[in-house]
């Protein structure tokens, strides 16, 4: 789902940056109200496996493979505010250091997986008192909701010429991506859960975001060892319309 530079023109990275300036200054707001060393320690655990789990792609297609986003995750476990921030440091390193997304397009992934994600969270809890089902819903809207605007995204600003196969483009993102559905549900449900049952027993946050790191570390190595080759989501959808000009790092 990271959009590299090619994939926008100046016009929307220009809108990506101010919108991500809003919402990250508005979650920085937010996350300065909670000053305990233990939740920044928190945060920082489950940064690091959110990071660690986007570096694992799973097949889910014969054509494409996809992975875990994590935003939902962590509006849930930090809250919106600190999740927003420790989503938006995860999507820089990886722009910065792994050349995953790039810079011109990081206002717009910050939109799409940080901002995006923890807003639905906040809506889907408003909507039901079950905490599971607001999860559920929060996780599979902010997938559906990130293909559409990234569809949207790359048109912004973009000639009738460049945008012939578009439609396709948008078809195959819907098609490549509704297997994640299923895993972004599954997997955020699951970890909320295991990290609740865990906070429940009373264990220590030191010890529980040392578990984390060390899980972070583990996915990290399977990620180097059996992580797919073949294209994402978006990659796949790129090639299908014929508009691989998209890839452009």
């Not at 079950?130 to 990130?146: E, F, I, N, Y």
């Not at 970890?191 to 990290?220: C, D, N, Y």
Request: glycine content about 10%; proline content about 4%.
């Amino acid at each position: 789902m990271h959009l590299g530079n090619g994939a926008i023109t100046p016009e929307c990275a220009a809108l990506g940056f101010a919108a991500a300036a809003a919402g990250v200054g508005y979650s920085a707001f937010l996350a300065s109200r909670k000053r305990e060393p233990a939740q920044w320690l928190k945060a920082g655990a489950l940064g690091g496996l959110v990071f660690a789990a986007q570096m694992l792609n799973l097949p889910v297609l014969e054509h494409s493979s996809a992975h875990f986003v994590g935003g939902v995750l962590l509006a849930e476990l930090l809250g919106p505010g600190l999740g927003v921030l420790i989503m938006s440091a995860v999507l820089a390193v990886q722009a910065l250091l792994l050349g995953d997304g790039g810079l011109a397009s990081l206002g717009a992934n910050i939109v799409n997986m940080a901002l995006i994600p923890a807003g639905l969270s906040q809506l889907a809890r408003r909507a039901t008192s079950s905490r599971q089902l607001s999860m559920s819903l929060a996780a599979v809207g902010s997938v559906a909701l990130a293909v559409l605007l990234i569809a949207g995204e790359v048109a912004l600003g973009r000639s009738s010429d460049q945008l012939g196969q578009w439609s396709g483009f948008l078809l195959a993102m819907a098609v490549n991506h509704l297997p994640l559905l299923g895993l972004e549900v599954l997997l955020t449900v699951g970890l909320v859960a295991v990290w609740q049952r865990s906070e429940a027993r009373s264990e220590p946050v030191g010890r529980l975001s040392t578990v984390t790191a060390i899980a972070a570390v583990l996915v990290v190595a399977l990620a180097a060892a059996a992580s797919s080759e073949l294209p994402d989501g978006y990659e796949s959808a790129a090639a299908t319309a014929s508009m691989s000009w998209l890839l452009t790092p």
